[in-house]
């Protein structure tokens, strides 16, 4: 049994006193584990990293052995940049933590592999950080409907999230509960909507309000329910503010 995949290092684990059990998050195969021999000829394990790597094992249910080659290491552009490696660190600690083994994540992956080889440059990370979140919550199935109002059916300007239900609601029909809901900031995703620093930055934090509460209160319940938020997350946060 053994394969060839592209993969994004998230964590490499001591096993022994020269081998891992490293985590990468694969192309086609999804999140998935093996142990790698440490000799001199190993790569770099830096989180983030884009590796080539064969997987082998007698059987598939083994842990099996990695063997890889790296093909680029972002961190080696943001050393100088602090709160971006805490915010790299972030993301392939919550994929380590919550995504399923073995379970390809196209999107996911696409996704992830973008962020980490292109922050160095990125104009404000946050933003695509949140957006990592976003998608990490909808991918795994705990996202929340924006499609409708809930309760008067209105498409558009959903400017309150239920957290309970995980549904919009509209200004008219949101206000009167507005206590009990978050702020939704409509249109998040939509680059045409012109607005200042200042505002999006307020935008960016109410969305992160939200995806933060989802992942808590869903996600890491149900997959790692004796464990909560990685506290880098809250790091990485008050780095950026
Ligand atoms: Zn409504």
């Known amino acids: 049994m053994n394969w060839t995949d592209e993969g994004i290092v998230l964590s490499a684990k001591p096993l022994a006193e020269k081998s891992i059990v490293l985590s990468l998050l694969t192309k086609e195969n999804g999140l998935h584990k093996g142990v790698m021999r440490l000799t001199k000829r190993t790569g770099s394990v830096e989180p983030g990293n884009h590796v080539h790597a064969i997987w082998k094992s007698r059987l598939s249910a083994h842990l099996g052995t990695y063997t890889i ?21 972030t993301i392939t600690t919550l ?3 919550l995504l399923p083994e073995r379970h ?10 973008e962020i980490c080889s292109s922050l160095h440059n990125l104009s404000d990370p946050l933003f695509d950080y ?11 199935g705990f996202g929340f409907d924006l499609s409708k109002c809930a309760l ?11 957290p309970k239900s995980g549904r919009g609601a509209c200004y008219t029909c949101g206000h009167p ?3 009990k809901l978050f702020t939704y900031p409509w249109g998040f995703f939509d680059d045409t909507i012109s607005i200042d620093k200042e505002q999006k930055n307020k935008r960016i934090l109410e969305m992160l309000k939200i995806t933060g509460f989802f992942l808590s209160e869903y996600a890491i319940k149900q997959v790692r329910a004796s464990e909560k938020m990685p506290t880098i997350r809250e790091q990485m946060l008050e780095a950026f503010n």
Do not use: W
């Open 130 to 140: 949140a957006r990592f979140e976003h998608l990490l919550i909808h991918e795994m």
């Open 177 to 179: 509960y507005k206590g």
């Open 95 to 97: 994929v380590d933590m």
């Open 69 to 89: 080659e790296v093909n680029d290491t972002p961190i080696a552009r943001i050393m100088t940049q602090s709160k971006c490696i805490l915010l790299l660190k």
């Open 104 to 113: 390809s994540y196209p999107i996911i992956y696409e996704y992830v592999k």
């Open 152 to 162: 008067c059916k209105k498409v558009t300007e959903l400017v309150y999230l239920s």
